[in-house]
């Protein structure tokens, strides 16, 4: 059982604090107390984009859900302008970060149209497509979705359920019919697609395979709403009976699982990453009482989950726990205290014992961050050890996370680096108990980045009463992160659009050019001016938005620095 260990100042007063004659230990002090807990350096090599300034949009629109792609180059994002509950404006962009080009993504469909587009569109994984879904909204018979698959400029589109080729405008005029095809999934050699076909005579809906062209698409399993992976070759189909069935990707039937207590409906949860493990549930028959399993991928040796004392997750699959990235260990988080549920047994083995709040993995699986006591970051290595305080955070409000979902604290892809959001006082006081809904416009919760090891604390984005800075998400080299801003005030809330954020000294600002998105894709070394201006930028410091506030707030104890400064100058004015 690991306890956190004493801050570095408690530490030396321990050590030293007997032998506070000897001048050089005060002058010692001096240094380390200021070094602990001043050193938090304000970047000059911090640069920022805001990226609603490269659409040329109009006010109104905000940026959705930017997302890189494998290799880092290109990063594609959607726009949208919420006309009214029922309309929107949707565009989709891509930028070239090799070549500082960007621009829309040209469907060929007018402004009506795009209404039916979703804002969102991402990367089919592992290839050089994009995919987004299209819907109609009405009444019995009129409505109906489809997710199309393209070319990054929007070329060589068919819809899933179909090889041929296809235009924007043609596929949104064939919606409707209660025809719904949804929840596309790619096998993990990026292969296969498997989706869901829901119509008028069955809204539980049927599960169809395909290769990644379209061809040879056919019915896998009729009654199913759940697809997961075992493997390329072996899927797992949760039935509407409330059975779990396995099947190759043939369609031929391999098992089928049941549930462990006789007469309850079986259903499917999650899959470990290395697919080794799987979580599955059961409901009484009288529907009043749910239980989670842990089991072998075959259902062997299922180990039943008390819910009743776990942190839940809402912004994972599982909801209860966190599976190992890349693996199949299981961390609980139970009463403030982590746990590792490991090994073919799914032994549960006491990792820390505190009053831990949202542990997540570190990216290479080996190590794990948590919140201690609310406001104080560690981490500590999968066997135990290594139990590191690496900074004090300022409270932000549940209401953020819960009805935003956004993330307090992310960690890069290389693991090396932590960004999160941390509340402070105008003095730049952090504020170590969480605000309530009405104080939060009085709050400034800025981004900081830190080294995992608890080095190089930095401030990255303005200080404004009432702003909330969250992090959405990493480019795969760890060197830029977007963000996006929440900002409360006294009448209004005003969730703005998404900024990239160099981390490595890159200016983000500079040098952009707009040119056709298949004219960026087509100039693979060379991108040739097409007499397109240059985009009006705006940086996240701007001193407009920040207030004037040119000097960032740091979570660093300023008061505390002076304090003991003083004790100390004091003792050595005694000692002489």
């Not at 090799?98 to 009506?112: H, K, L, M, S, V």
Request: hydrophobic share 30%; aromatic share 10%.
């Amino acid at each position: 059982m690991t306890r956190p260990v004493l801050d570095y100042p408690e530490l030396l007063f321990l050590i030293i604090g007997d032998r506070m004659n000897n001048k050089w230990c005060i002058i010692l002090m001096i240094f380390l107390f200021v070094g602990v807990t001043t050193a938090v350096p304000v970047s000059g090599n911090i640069s920022s984009l805001q990226l609603i300034n490269l659409t040329h949009s109009e006010n109104g629109f905000v940026i959705h859900s930017p997302e890189w792609s494998s290799d880092g180059r290109y990063l594609i994002f959607g726009s949208f302008n919420q006309i009214s509950m029922a309309e929107s404006i949707n565009k989709h962009y891509l930028l070239d970060f090799q070549n500082r080009t960007f621009g829309e993504i040209n469907y060929g469909i007018t402004e009506e149209e795009s209404n039916y587009m979703s804002p969102g569109i991402s990367w089919i994984p592992g290839n050089n497509k994009t995919y987004f879904s299209v819907s109609k909204r009405g009444g019995r018979g009129e409505f109906g979705g489809n997710t199309v698959i393209c070319n990054p400029d929007g070329t060589n589109m068919r819809t899933i359920g179909s090889s041929d080729t296809t235009t924007l405008s043609d596929v949104i005029s064939h919606l409707g019919r209660e025809i719904v095809y949804r929840d596309l999934t790619c096998s993990p050699d990026n292969q296969k697609l498997t989706f869901k076909y829901e119509d008028s005579e069955n809204y539980f809906g049927n599960i169809w395979i395909e290769n990644l062209d379209g061809t040879e698409a056919f019915e896998l399993q009729t009654n199913a709403n759940t697809l997961m992976w075992c493997n390329s070759t072996v899927v797992i189909c949760q039935l509407q009976n409330g059975s779990i069935i396995v099947k190759d990707i043939n369609g031929n039937n391999i098992r089928t699982l049941t549930s462990p207590n006789k007469g309850e409906e079986y259903s499917l949860s999650s899959i470990s990453p290395d697919r080794k493990k799987i979580v599955t549930g059961s409901r009484s028959e009288n529907e009043d009482e749910y239980q989670s399993y842990l089991s072998n991928i075959d259902g062997s040796e299922p180990l039943k989950i008390d819910q009743s004392n776990l942190e839940l997750f809402s912004d994972t699959q599982l909801q209860f726990g966190i599976w190992q990235p890349n693996g199949s260990d299981m961390l609980l988080n139970e009463n403030g205290d982590l746990y590792i549920l490991e090994g073919n047994d799914n032994k549960k083995r006491l990792l820390y014992e505190g009053n831990a709040t949202h542990p997540q993995w570190f990216p290479d699986g080996n190590k794990i961050l948590f919140i201690e006591n609310e406001n104080q970051l560690y981490s500590i290595d999968l066997d135990g050890t290594n139990l590191l305080h690496i900074t004090d955070i300022g409270l932000t409000t549940h209401y953020i996370w819960e009805v935003y979902e956004f993330k307090q604290i992310s960690i890069s892809p290389s693991g090396r680096t932590i960004a999160f959001t941390s509340a402070i006082s105008e003095d730049g006081k952090t504020i170590d108990r969480e605000p309530s809904i009405e104080s939060r416009k009085l709050i400034e919760a800025p981004l900081f980045t830190i080294n995992s090891d608890g080095t190089n604390l930095t401030q990255i984005t303005p200080a404004v009463k009432g702003r909330y800075d969250f992090v959405e998400g990493w480019s795969p080299d760890s060197k830029i992160l977007t963000a996006t801003t929440t900002h409360f005030k006294s009448d209004e809330t005003i969730h703005g659009s998404s900024y990239l954020i160099s981390l490595d000294g890159t200016n983000l600002t500079d040098g952009w050019k707009e040119m056709p998105v298949s004219e960026i894709l087509g100039n693979e070394n060379k991108v040739q001016s097409n007499n397109s201006s240059q985009a009006s930028v705006k940086t996240i410091g701007n001193k407009d938005e920040a207030n004037n506030k040119n000097t960032p707030h740091s979570p660093a104890f300023q008061l505390t620095d002076l304090f003991f400064c003083i004790v100390c100058i004091c003792l050595l004015k005694r000692r002489k």
